[in-house]
């Protein structure tokens, strides 16, 4: 189940109290179910995953080809179609649902969301340049980028030159957000921090992949008070 993953909606920022005072900034998302579509076997494509289905779409927006597609399946029409691998396929049957259940024993997630666009921007906001001097003969190029490249030998710009260009808007991964709480009734899940994108965005959310050993902070407030209740040795 920790193989596939959910698409959620930020809602925004709030924050929450525990009992001993400690306050925890945390990012509020709105989880979907995700209907598994397709079930993918290694005998046919050569390896195992499977499609899910995540969203609600009306009929009259979708294409022929994949109208036809769900009317195949059996299934209601979904916004947004996504293929995870798995290592075993004989647990996933086409038409089951997944809900915020599987990160139920889950501390730490991976997400990934688009950030937000800032349009374009000049090499010192974009790339935290410092910009020329202020004085001893610069004018007007302050906050220019300086020189881009060479004379005849290259001749050229290389490629990945850090200059002005379009900022934001692209996908980010963030790793290793610990889950503060997850409501299920209302399908919300808290994560610690902040998550890239603006409020309506789209999160993929997943189990995460790398081994984590850090406490949450629940565990790290649970030892700080068993801390307090072991006496301490008596100086000599």
Do not use: C, W
């Not at 509020?28 to 579509?37: C, F, G, H, N, Q």
């Not at 003969?137 to 260009?165: C, E, I, L, Y």
């Amino acid at each position: 189940m920790s193989e596939i993953a959910l698409l959620g909606k930020k809602i925004g920022m709030t924050r929450e109290f525990y009992k001993s005072g400690q306050l925890v900034p945390v990012t509020v998302l709105k989880m979907e179910k995700a209907r598994i579509i397709h079930v993918i076997h290694q005998d046919k494509r050569g390896y195992k995953a499977v499609q899910l289905g995540y969203g609600k779409i009306k009929s009259s927006k979708l294409k022929k080809p994949i109208k036809g597609y769900f009317a195949k399946k059996n299934t209601e029409a979904k916004k947004t179609l996504k293929e995870f691998r798995v290592l075993d396929t004989e647990q996933y049957k086409e038409g089951n649902e997944f809900g915020l259940e599987i990160f139920k024993d889950v501390k730490f997630v991976d997400t990934k969301s688009k950030t937000i666009g800032k349009g374009f921007a000049g090499a010192m906001k974009r790339h935290n340049f410092g910009g020329l001097r202020a004085t001893h003969g610069v004018s007007v190029s302050h906050r220019s980028h300086g020189s881009t490249g060479q004379r005849q030998d290259p001749g050229k710009v290389f490629k990945g030159k850090k200059m002005a260009g379009h900022m934001g808007d692209k996908l980010r991964t963030m790793q290793n957000i610990e889950i503060i709480k997850a409501d299920v009734e209302n399908e919300l899940l808290y994560l610690k921090g902040s998550i890239p994108g603006s409020k309506n965005s789209e999160v993929l959310v997943k189990k995460s992949v790398k081994n984590i050993k850090k406490m949450t902070v629940t565990e790290k407030m649970k030892k700080a008070e068993d801390a307090k209740k072991t006496p301490e040795k008596k100086k000599k």
